[in-house]
């Protein structure tokens, strides 16, 4: 007899807000960071019912060597008053000073940016998955499509081979 799996719970403390899956296929991701997000009330409460849009979104150094998320869209709070935000205002990024120095040397050669990967919260904190990216062409592009294209055909060869072997 199969033991029956739990179902799991979500911690409503710990999970995802937004993916930025357009940057896994425009970029090759170096290196991930996870960064504090500095929020408002009114973000905050929008984030929490789910709402944000990392599709354009990016991260850049001021002339103080603070990093900034651009572009991210957090929509207003609906029962928001005069109080509400900007939806896409610039954010500080919380990180260790060791951190933002590899980062900014990293940034440094040609071609690499930084670019958000994921919002989620992290014990009751809004956090920001951060990533290290170079940019992909377009024949790159291709071929990450195909190999999983490829990979996905193999998958599915082997699990018809095994369901007629166990027959």
């Known amino acids: 007899m199969a033991k029956k799996k739990k179902p799991e719970v979500k911690d409503p403390?710990?999970?995802?807000i937004a993916r930025n899956r357009r940057a896994f296929h425009d970029f090759t991701i170096l290196d991930t960071y996870e960064a504090g997000i500095v929020l408002t009330g009114t973000e905050v409460k929008s984030l929490r019912e789910g709402q944000a849009s990392l599709v354009d979104g990016f991260a850049a150094f001021d002339s103080r060597h603070e990093l900034w998320l651009e572009q991210v869209h957090i929509p207003e709070y609906l029962n928001g008053t005069w109080t509400n935000h900007a939806t896409r205002r610039k954010r500080k990024l919380l990180l260790h000073g060791?951190?933002?120095i590899k980062i900014s040397r990293q940034v440094e050669d040609p071609g690499?940016?930084?670019v958000p990967l994921r919002l989620y919260f992290?014990?009751?904190r809004a956090k920001a998955e951060i990533g290290i990216a170079k940019g992909k062409r377009e024949f790159d592009k291709r071929h990450t499509l195909r190999e999983k294209q490829d990979n996905r055909e193999a998958q599915r060869a082997m699990r018809v081979k095994n369901r007629?072997?166990?027959?």
């Not at 403390?13 to 995802?16: E, L, Q, Y």
């Not at 007629?164 to 027959?167: E, G, V």
């Open 13 to 16: 403390k710990n999970h995802t």
């Open 98 to 100: 060791k951190e933002l």
């Open 112 to 114: 690499l940016t930084i």
């Open 122 to 124: 992290k014990d009751g």
């Open 164 to 167: 007629q072997a166990s027959l």
